[in-house]
């Protein structure tokens, strides 16, 4: 907010004619953009009330491209030199080397194109290889992509507790193999956020602020958080001894996973829908009934010998989520409140 405030610069309206109202545009904008008289400039009003001037072209800009030398870098580097060119938004990554790419490097490459959400290899010789995304920004709306992220990861601390309690290792390795999925929506928000930062006529379509992207890139990663410790919790069946389960305690924490699901889904609901009513509810009644379960689920734990670190670290872990679940809950900004 202090870097705007100072970039911040202000003119006064002028009247010309016969109602006809002028602003001047800042010198040294119009010079680094080429304006000059003459100039056709786009004229856009946003959502809460600011026009949005930029240069017209008359035509689409391309797709942005990056190229990205792969000499004198390991293949971990160049994996995160390709996420993070999919996260400034670059449409083409093209990667060169002088001599023979590796296959460790080619290895690497492609493990990292299918982790990514819309990128896919379009051409591909001993030196070069162009990765091009086909995810359309306009056509993928933030909303629906945390939706589908809560909806799995929720999904996943459900069967993550149920493997828990049947000591079952093949539902907890499929719970784990679901956070890949997770980490792919989350990459492409965050692409699609910062995209919309820049762009001020995509968050237009997306119905979303700076702010509200902000705030978007916040949950995502709370989600993501919440993805990462279902997977926790299913790794914990691994530490079970061999024909053993939680089913004496199966009940109580299956009921805590259920009360705990109550709070993801009002948390969320609360934020898509910008509901501040319901943020009393995830932090008041919902969490209340979530800890009386969880106590019930350590009361439980002490009969168990040996088994209770695990019950505990599963409990911990719940309770982890939870708390996601109210941070998610307070990014909701109460209507009527303005943003300086």
Excluded at 168 to 182: C, H, Y
Aim: aromatic share 4%.
């Amino acid at each position: 907010m202090l870097q705007s405030l100072v970039a911040m610069k202000l003119r006064k309206v002028q009247e010309v004619g016969k109602g006809t109202l002028v602003v001047s545009l800042p010198k040294s904008w119009a010079k680094k953009y080429g304006v000059r008289k003459g100039t056709l400039l786009a004229i856009r009003e946003a959502r809460g009330g600011q026009l949005i001037i930029s240069p017209f072209s008359g035509a689409e800009e391309g797709p942005s491209e990056l190229l990205v030398s792969c000499d004198s870098r390991s293949p971990e580097q160049v994996r995160w030199a390709i996420i993070g060119a999919y996260l400034l938004g670059y449409d083409v990554i093209e990667l060169r080397a002088r001599m023979r790419m590796s296959s460790e490097m080619k290895a690497a490459i492609r493990d990292v194109v299918r982790s990514l959400a819309g990128l896919e290899i379009v051409g591909e010789d001993l030196q070069r290889v162009l990765i091009s995304c086909l995810v359309d920004p306009t056509a993928v709306m933030p909303t629906t992509l945390l939706a589908r992220k809560n909806a799995i990861t929720m999904s996943m601390h459900a069967d993550a507790t149920a493997a828990l309690v049947a000591g079952d290792k093949g539902l907890a390795s499929m719970v784990i193999d679901r956070d890949e999925e997770v980490d792919r929506l989350y990459f492409l928000t965050v692409r699609l956020l910062r995209t919309a930062i820049r762009d001020l006529r995509l968050a237009e379509k997306f119905g979303l602020s700076p702010v509200d992207c902000l705030d978007y890139r916040m949950a995502a990663k709370l989600v993501e958080s919440i993805g990462d410790h279902a997977v926790d919790i299913a790794k914990l069946v691994f530490k079970l001894p061999e024909g053993s389960s939680l089913k004496g305690i199966g009940q109580e924490l299956q009921e805590a996973d259920l009360r705990l699901k109550e709070i993801q889904g009002t948390a969320m609901r609360a934020f898509l829908a910008r509901k501040p009513e319901l943020i009393d509810r995830v932090k008041g009644d919902l969490y209340a009934s979530f800890s009386n379960a969880l106590s019930k689920v350590e009361e439980g734990a002490r009969g168990l010998g040996g088994l209770s670190h695990v019950v505990l670290s599963a409990t911990s872990l719940m309770d982890e989520i939870a708390k996601c679940c109210i941070d998610i809950a307070d990014l909701v900004i109460p209507a009527g409140v303005e943003l300086g």
